[in-house]
Structure formats: structure tokens, C-alpha cells
């Protein structure tokens, strides 16, 4: 079992082998849960495809193969 202590603005540091046995990287975001019991569970957050959902604007229009060439070319011309 590992301990760690909850500084004095509320941060705690994860002991090195409870971030590599989890797989947690810098930046990577977990889950805080307090259980009935007032056990604290901590998971890692892993974005899921369905967190993804309604993340873009839905398209209006799918270009053809020519409208696709036609930009590539004028893009050419451009430079």
C-alpha cells in the first residue's frame, strides 16, 4: 500500500508506483469518487468515443472528388 499527504492547497502526489501500475501520465485527468464506507476512490478518466459525441458541427455538404482536385489546384496556383 502506498500513503501520500494532501498539502496544505488541497493537492496530493501520487507515489510514482501508483501512477505507473494505473498507466496515469502527466495530464492524463482521474476520477474522484468518496464509496459509501467514505472510501476514496481514484480512477484514471479515459475519453471515451461516446464522450466525443456532438464535438463537431454536424457537415452540410461532402465535397466530390472534383470539388476536392479543384481546391487542391487552386492551392497550387496560390504559392
Same mark, same amino acid.
Not at 48 to 54: A, C
Not at 71 to 79: D, E, H
Given at each position: 500500500?502506498? =500513503? ?15 501512477r505507473r ?11 474522484i ?41 487552386q492551392?497550387? =496556383?496560390?504559392?
Amino acid at each position: 500500500m502506498a =500513503t501520500a499527504t494532501i498539502g496544505q492547497d488541497g493537492t496530493v502526489m501520487l507515489p510514482e508506483a501508483v501512477r505507473r501500475e494505473a498507466g496515469l501520465e502527466p495530464g492524463d485527468e482521474i476520477e474522484i469518487r468518496v464509496e459509501a464506507d467514505r472510501a476514496v476512490r481514484i480512477s484514471p478518466r479515459k475519453v471515451q468515443l461516446k464522450d466525443l459525441y456532438g464535438l463537431l458541427a454536424p457537415v452540410d455538404h461532402v465535397a466530390t472528388i472534383e470539388e476536392m482536385n479543384d481546391a487542391i489546384a487552386q492551392a497550387g =496556383t496560390r504559392r
